[in-house]
T-cell receptor, first 115, second 116 residues
Framework: GNSVTQMEGPVTLSEEAFLTINCTYT??????LFWYVQYPGEGLQLLLK?????DKGSNKGFEATYRKETTSFHLEKGSVQVSDSAVYFC??????????????FGKGTKLSVKP | DGGITQSPKYLFRKEGQNVTLSCEQN?????MYWYRQDPGQGLRLIYY???????QKGDIAEGYSVSREKKESFPLTVTSAQKNPTAFYLC???????????????FGPGTRLTVL
């Protein structure tokens, strides 16, 4: 079946440190891949996405590359800020007849950035 | 402004009561979703609807019910049959490019339900 595995948190970094949050997936065919961010007490916001192999999604300094060979979609940022403190979710949308755009989520990784 | 609204933000329920959570969108999206979020877990799909007057069960539909009488609205009722309803509930709607899996889901701000 389809599933998403994220590195477990919490992750604590100092401001301006490099961030990597690992995400691997299991899916049939070529799913679309997403990163969402959730700030405390709020809903999820789309951070970036990639819909085919080797695509790179990017937004607000965050990047992730769709790696079909390693079934991965790791999130990276070169220099984190305190305002990046949030929970990050990796998700996939299966690509097969009748998949209907449903999302399968990882468990989330909490990031705390200290000044 | 276009977006998704959920109300109320906080909801308290006594055991044995049904409660209804509101979700409204003005994005003109056909598809809408309800998720449940528990601490330390990802989001789990409760129900979804692709078009008006049609909806399907997700992974954890037991104890919940929905309706989709209007394109803009997708209310969720948490019934007394739901054994552990305390959670954060998120509504979403999805763009419709025709390919399904490449579309993006947009989320509302959520409703936190607490059973007393």
């Amino acid at each position: 079946g389809n599933s998403v595995t994220q590195m477990e948190g919490p992750v604590t970094l100092s401001e301006e440190a490099f961030l990597t949050i690992n995400c691997t997936y299991t899916a049939t065919g070529y799913p679309s891949l997403f990163w969402y961010v959730q700030y405390p007490g709020e809903g999820l916001q789309l951070l970036l996405k990639a819909t085919k192999a080797d695509d790179k999604g990017s937004n607000k300094g965050f990047e992730a590359t769709y790696r079909k060979e390693t079934t991965s979609f790791h999130l990276e940022k070169g220099s984190v800020q305190v305002s990046d403190s949030a929970v990050y979710f990796c998700a996939l949308s299966p690509n097969y007849g009748g998949s209907q755009g449903n999302l399968i989520f990882g468990k989330g990784t909490k990031l705390s950035v200290k000044p | 402004d276009g977006g998704i609204t959920q109300s109320p933000k906080y909801l308290f329920r006594k055991e044995g009561q049904n409660v209804t959570l509101s979700c409204e969108q003005n994005l003109n999206h056909d598809a809408m979703y309800w998720y449940r979020q528990d601490p330390g877990q990802g989001l789990r799909l409760i129900y979804y609807s692709q078009i008006v007057n049609d909806f399907q069960k997700g992974d954890i539909a037991e104890g919940y019910s929905v309706s989709r009488e209007k394109k803009e609205s997708f209310p969720l009722t948490v019934t007394s049959a739901q054994k552990n309803p305390t959670a954060f509930y998120l509504c979403a709607s999805r763009t419709s490019s025709g390919t399904g899996h490449t579309d993006t889901q947009y989320f509302g701000p959520g409703t936190r339900l607490t059973v007393l």
